[in-house]
């Protein structure tokens, strides 16, 4: 039960003591307790000022009451609103740890199907728009990452490590112009070199595109064709899955054919990958 002093109370306190002072005066004016008519109505009317006084006095403290409930629901609920924004704030990192663990799955399950010993690294760094486009990743040197190793995705090949630090490292994408990939196209067998290509914008969007390159003019090659690495190159393992051809057409000699190629990895959206250091 809440106690509380106040203002009113202290007032409401005072009307019903003056009333009592008031009752015991008439009741002493009095002769064997019978009233005269005046005095009679003196005392009706403290009796009814006694009821008056108790019933105001009542009413705010009722509101005093209800005015304290309220003030208990509204930190309750602020209570609440904390509580309901904590756990918010917890569901949406659970299921960001999901997806990660589901992507980082699909990587090792990549890595175990395709016999390759890899070392998993965040990227931490993406500047795909620049001169170069790379990304920088969290591992390195000191973690057994050196120049020139494979790095890929869950997707496909990546790009290789171009540059070392002791906890980090530099990936140049298979979409920069200064990559180059030796390729073969998994339908027909026939091999040439995927270089970097130009953006290509649907919707806005834009597509980081690959140029499959030195075709000869009959060499069967047809859209939808799955191209994969060749090894040849000696710095990628044979069979890693690179892109899809979306277009094919005569270079500006009209000796050879070029096929423009879609990669498998999305290079706006990628978060881990594995670095090969053995295979």
């Keep these: 039960m809440f106690r509380f002093k106040s203002k009113y109370g202290n007032t409401s306190k005072f009307v019903f003591l003056s009333l009592i002072f008031v009752l015991v005066i008439v009741i002493s004016l009095s002769k064997d307790g ?16 006694q009821g008056a006084s108790t019933t105001i006095g009542d009413w705010i403290t009722s509101k005093w009451r209800h005015y304290i409930y309220l003030v208990g629901v509204s930190e309750e609920n602020e209570r609440l609103k904390r509580e309901i924004a904590q756990l918010r704030e917890d569901s949406i990192l659970c299921e960001e740890l999901k997806l ?9 399950d990549f890595s175990k199907r395709m016999n390759l010993k890899i070392v998993g690294a965040r990227v931490v760094g993406y500047n795909p728009d620049g001169n170069f486009r790379m990304v920088i990743i969290d591992k390195g040197e000191g973690d057994g990452i050196s120049v020139n190793m494979p790095v890929i995705s869950s997707d496909g090949l990546v790009g290789r490590v ?27 067998r026939i091999r040439g070199l995927l270089v970097g290509a130009e953006d290509r914008f649907i919707f806005e969007r834009p597509l980081y595109l690959t140029r499959f390159e030195y075709l000869e003019k009959k060499s069967d090659i047809e859209e939808k064709d799955r191209l994969v690495t060749s090894g040849i190159d000696g710095i990628y393992p044979p069979g890693i899955p690179v892109g899809e051809v979306i277009e094919v057409k005569k270079d500006t000699s009209g000796i050879f054919m070029e096929a423009y190629v879609l990669p498998l990895v999305d290079f706006s959206n990628i978060e881990e990958v594995g670095v090969i250091v053995g295979h």
């Design 162 to 188: 171009v540059e070392v630090g002791y906890h980090s490292a530099k990936v140049l994408l298979i979409v920069d112009r200064n990559s180059a990939v030796d390729v073969r196209d998994e339908r027909s």
């Design 100 to 108: 990660e663990n589901e992507r980082v799955g699909r990587l090792i």
């Design 34 to 49: 019978v009233f005269s008519i005046p005095k009679k109505l003196i005392l009706d009317g403290v009796t009814h000022l």
